[in-house]
């Protein structure tokens, strides 16, 4: 891994006209930001400054590309692409920059004396001088566990800048795994978490992104129903503990009260890759569907949540009263993936799915291509969704770290995503696209 001073500026990108064709946008121009081969970039979990001058992505340094040593790296949109790394810990997790733009949060797993300590560090974006914040190596309220490990890549910064949302794993009697999300008030430094369930997806959550004070503390958060263990050998296995043997989707007070269910899902109808729809108060999820044609269909559902008895939770999808729209129902195929919203709810950009065929001679993960789309609302029917092809980056989809997992600037701008294409094979590197026009709503 090379080694860089915090904040030194240095550049690796270059044009990559390969992506363009007789179907993108004339101006459209691509541009390959990370070329360094003996790391891998991911645009997983990455995501903008406030101004969409600076977006914040992760490296990964060792042996098969997203291994090792994890670097947390900013690229200037308006510098030619020039990079800064922002990290040197071997694992550092849930970053988040401030909504002043001044500042980048991360927390990272520390060993002191042979024990695992979870710290929160602060880097200043202007002077790139780095501070240790704080270290929460006792007993969370609302947990009364210590803290082992933080665990999820992305954190989530509430609306008014002050509270950081991430989660942690917690040290148990018999040794097994405990997830819990927790919430940093970065003013007191305070902590405190909630239960939720024995399983680490989203075990973090997503606080609403748009400007209504009502809903300012509301979170996005799943519930898979399914819980977690490693033994001592490192096998590791799952069981249901609900009769509900399928994901759901909720919006959770910063208490852990579940104050509305996502109507989307059920027999038939699948969810994953869930999201605010930008600003609005509204879920945009990745829906698999099988029950609107004699072919599977991964859909763009859009709903807002509605609290409801817990009974009616088996099958959110028949919740009496929901709000509920396909947004992509006026097409045949969608195969909608990885979706990345402007705050306007209105414009976005988006992936084709591209798990089908993992392993076997024909997989379809390097057809899977970028589109744009424009959310229309009309007078006389529901929302619906038009689109506009951006570009095909011809990534593997061999793992889930060389999915596209784009992300719309917000000025609407410029579109980063990976691919693995004429790389290291299963080791991405980070793109950018920029001079496309939207659909027309």
């Known amino acids: 891994m090379p080694t860089r001073p915090i904040g030194e500026r240095f550049c690796e990108a270059k044009p990559f006209p390969e992506m363009l064709s007789v179907v993108t946008d004339p101006g459209l121009e691509v541009f390959q930001v990370t070329t360094d081969l003996g790391g891998a970039g991911n645009t997983r979990g990455a995501f903008f400054s406030p101004d969409g001058s600076r977006f914040f992505f992760s490296r990964h340094w060792g042996e098969g590309g997203l291994s090792g040593r994890v670097q947390y790296t900013l690229c200037e949109v308006n510098d030619g692409w020039a990079l800064r790394v922002l990290t040197d810990e071997e694992d550092p997790r849930s970053p988040v920059v401030s909504h002043d733009g001044r500042h980048f949060y991360y927390m990272a797993n520390e060993t002191v004396g042979g024990r695992v300590r979870v710290v929160l560090k602060r880097v200043d974006l202007q002077t790139f001088e780095r501070d240790l914040v704080a270290v929460y190596d006792a007993a969370v309220e609302g947990i009364g566990r210590k803290p082992r490990l933080v665990v999820p890549r992305i954190g989530s910064l509430r ?103 996502v109507p989307v899902g059920g027999a ?150 990976s691919s693995d294409w004429t790389c290291t094979f299963g080791s991405p590197q980070v793109f950018v696209a920029r001079g496309f026009a939207f659909p027309k709503g």
């Open 159 to 261: 609306a008014d800048g002050r509270m950081l949302c991430t989660g942690f794993s917690f040290a148990t009697d018999d040794g097994s795994d405990h997830f819990a999300p927790v919430f940093i008030d970065l003013e007191t430094l305070a902590i405190r978490g909630f239960e939720w369930e024995p399983y680490s997806w989203r075990v973090q959550a997503s606080y609403f992104r748009g400007d209504d004070p009502a809903h300012r503390t509301h979170l996005l958060m799943g519930r898979a129903n399914r819980s977690q263990h490693w033994d001592k050998d490192g096998t590791y296995t799952e069981k249901w503990y609900s009769d509900v043997h399928r994901s759901q989707l909720h919006v959770v007070s910063e208490d852990g009260d579940i104050v509305g269910t």
């Open 268 to 417: 038939g109808e699948g969810v994953d890759h869930p999201y605010w729809r930008g600003g609005l108060y509204e879920v945009a999820t990745h829906s698999g569907r099988f029950d609107t044609a004699p072919h599977w269909r991964g859909t763009i559902m859009s709903a807002e949540p509605i609290d409801c008895d817990p009974a009616l939770w088996a099958s959110p999808r028949h919740i009496p009263g929901a709000r509920r729209v396909e947004l992509t129902r006026k097409f045949v195929r969608p195969d909608v993936c990885h979706q990345s919203w402007h705050v306007d709810g209105i414009h976005g950009a988006f992936d084709t799915e591209g798990w089908a065929g993992r392993g076997t001679p024909c997989p379809i993960g390097p057809s899977a291509f970028l589109y744009l789309g424009t959310v229309v609302n009309s007078a006389t029917e529901d929302p619906y969704i038009v689109t506009k092809y951006l570009l095909h980056p011809r990534s593997s989809w061999n793992s889930a770290f060389t999915e596209n997992c784009q992300e719309l600037s917000p000025d609407l701008r410029t579109v980063f995503f």
